[in-house]
């Protein structure tokens, strides 16, 4: 992953995943168990310009796309049940997509980008950049959970890594408030802030965790809703 030379920079890839997920965690709480408690929900908005970063920094440098990808659209099938679930009440509800879809969706996108643009030739950039901007419209007609704003950050993330950090940020935060700049939805600015202390580096990883802790914390929501009902 790329250095950096800032010295404020403490923060490896496993924090900023568990920062996210904490935020997460607050945010499908207060949304399922304490509607009224907004603050929740604004700690959540700082949960996915966080994951969208480490989407783009897992993808640039995993060393086995396909296993990666394997990996992404196993969990992403694991996911849509407590998902549906907890949003819909239903085993399967085919309108919204989880989270887990959108990174693969994007990383799809991103893979056929790679392969027709990885020549120099002005042309078949253009083309690959019109897939990209047609892979983040079509995310929406998808129903990918953040459709757009997850799947863009990923592709900025991405187009941007050569850049300083800095620079891929300030872009980021300009996507996001072009997106969602109303009502709570404009506390996910917040979510860039950890990302200015990013390291560079890819800390303990703990791969498992962070797949299995998505579907596993969304199906303990959901078991506890259905208790205390």
Known sequence: MSETKNRLAVLDGTVL???????MVFDHVGDNFFPDQIWMRVIGRIAMPIF???????????????KYL???????????IPFDLVTAGKVLE???QNIMFSFLWA????????????????GKRFLGMMILVAGALLSIFLGLDYNMLAVGL????YLMRGRMLFVRNVLGMAYHLLLRNVGV????????LPVFFYNGKKGRGL???????????????WLIRTLIR
């Open 185 to 192: 939805y404009l506390f996910g600015l917040l979510g860039f």
């Open 207 to 221: 791969k498992w965790l962070f797949y299995c802790f998505y579907p596993g914390h969304l199906l303990l929501i």
């Open 107 to 122: 990383f799809l996108c991103l893979t056929l980008f790679e392969r027709i643009s990885k020549d120099a030739s002005g």
């Open 154 to 157: 990923i592709f900025i993330y």
């Open 94 to 96: 085919f309108s919204h």
């Open 17 to 23: 995943k568990l920062i996210a997920m904490v935020c």
């Open 52 to 66: 969208a970063f480490c989407a783009a920094e897992g993808f640039s440098h995993t060393h086995d796309r396909g």
């Open 70 to 80: 394997k990996r992404l659209s196993l969990f992403a099938l694991i996911s849509e």
